[in-house]
């Protein structure tokens, strides 16, 4: 079973990685053959290297992420409410967003689904 404390350090280092602007430290996260669907509904990206090509493409647009409250984590998911903020086409603009990341035993995230869709787009 994955640990708590381990999986809140996960979403934390999440939010960090756009901090910084850096998807290697977000790649870092996933196990191999991990999945991410982003948004839930779009084609699944499958194993670190797809993952990391996804979010070098997301941190293009200089998306900064906050948290919008407290990170829950149940069994071995984590699920956690954040809002996307960003300037794109010349204004700011935001996006709400939930995750949920399930993890393995060795606290590594296997499945990434994010959900939002165009009535949680804001200013575009």
Same mark, same amino acid.
């Given at each position: ?24 430290i977000i790649a870092a996260l996933f196990a191999e ?10 084609p699944i990206r499958h194993g670190r290297a797809a ?55 060795? +606290? ?11 009535? +949680?787009?804001?200013?575009?």
């Amino acid at each position: 079973m994955p640990d708590i404390d381990k999986m809140t350090a996960a979403v934390h280092a999440y939010v960090e990685g756009f901090a910084k602007g850096d998807p290697a430290i977000i790649a870092a996260l996933f196990a191999e053959g991990a999945t991410v669907e982003d948004p839930i509904g779009s084609p699944i990206r499958h194993g670190r290297a797809a993952i990391h090509e996804f979010y070098t493409e997301s941190m293009q647009t200089g998306a900064k992420l906050t948290l919008n409250g407290p990170i829950r984590v149940g069994a071995d998911h984590a699920a956690f409410a954040f809002s996307v903020n960003l300037h794109f086409g010349g204004s700011d603009k935001h996006v709400d967003v939930i995750d949920t990341f399930r993890f393995n035993d060795n +606290n590594e995230v296997v499945e990434m689904r994010a959900f939002w869709g165009p009535g +949680n787009m804001h200013g575009f």
